[in-house]
């Protein structure tokens, strides 16, 4: 699917939020110039979109729980024409993003992902790095090409809306990497650094929240076709 070109684009970042206070800020700030931070807050009860607001963020509130409902809300709320991701509790630094979207502007892939090296050994548990290991191999399985499902991405928003993706939990990065493959799609990976994440990890923080959200991700891709 790729074609050679080079071109300057305009970028939005979807930043997922659910009570993310304590790491935001960071996040916002780090923002390259002229990336627009879109955050799409799935309920926040810490004042984050007040934070999010008075740092110039574009706010949008999704009722609908779930993690792809955030990324989906703040996708349909972007206009840019390339879309990054990233999760909004300072485990990634979107200062890294440049990189991304030169992948893309130069024509050498359609979706660019973060290939999480971790800063510390605090800031990936074991357990939640054998989970990943596991799920990801079960994908390239699947002929994705991956090592890491990591919360770091970056492609063209109207090619990615157009990704027939009707997962709105936690099954969607799953669901985007499936669908992206079976449409032809080039998927590169960069290195990114991976910090210590700020505030309580809602999904993997315990080697039973892992083992659980392993169990139910491999359940979500048993169900694609």
């Not at 080079?6 to 990336?35: F, I």
């Not at 926040?44 to 989906?72: C, F, H, N």
């Amino acid at each position: 699917m790729v074609t050679q070109r080079q071109e300057t684009a305009s970028v939005d970042v979807v930043l997922p939020c659910l009570d993310e206070a304590q790491g935001l800020p960071w996040v916002l700030d780090r923002l390259p110039p002229g990336y627009r931070a879109v955050v799409a807050d799935n309920g926040s009860s810490d004042g984050s979109p007040g934070i999010a607001r008075e740092r110039g963020a574009l706010v949008v509130d999704v009722p609908q729980r779930g993690y792809g409902a955030a990324v989906q809300a703040g996708m349909l709320a972007a206009d840019a024409d390339i879309v990054c991701v990233c999760d909004a509790d300072a485990s990634l630094d979107p200062a890294q993003l440049p990189g991304f979207v030169a992948e893309l502007t130069a024509g050498r892939a359609d979706l660019v992902l973060g290939r999480r090296r971790p800063t510390s050994a605090r800031a990936w548990p074991p357990h939640a790095r054998l989970g990943n290991a596991v799920v990801a191999q079960r994908l390239r399985r699947r002929g994705v090409p991956v090592r890491d499902i990591g919360p770091m991405r970056a492609a063209r928003r109207v090619e990615l809306l157009r990704l027939p993706i009707t997962d709105r939990r936690f099954g969607y990065p799953l669901e985007l990497l499936l669908r992206a493959a079976q449409a032809g799609w080039q998927i590169a990976e960069i290195d990114v650094d991976y910090h210590r994440r700020t505030g309580r990890s809602k999904v993997t923080g315990t080697p039973l929240g892992t083992a659980r959200t392993v169990r139910d991700m491999t359940a979500a891709l048993a169900s694609l076709r």
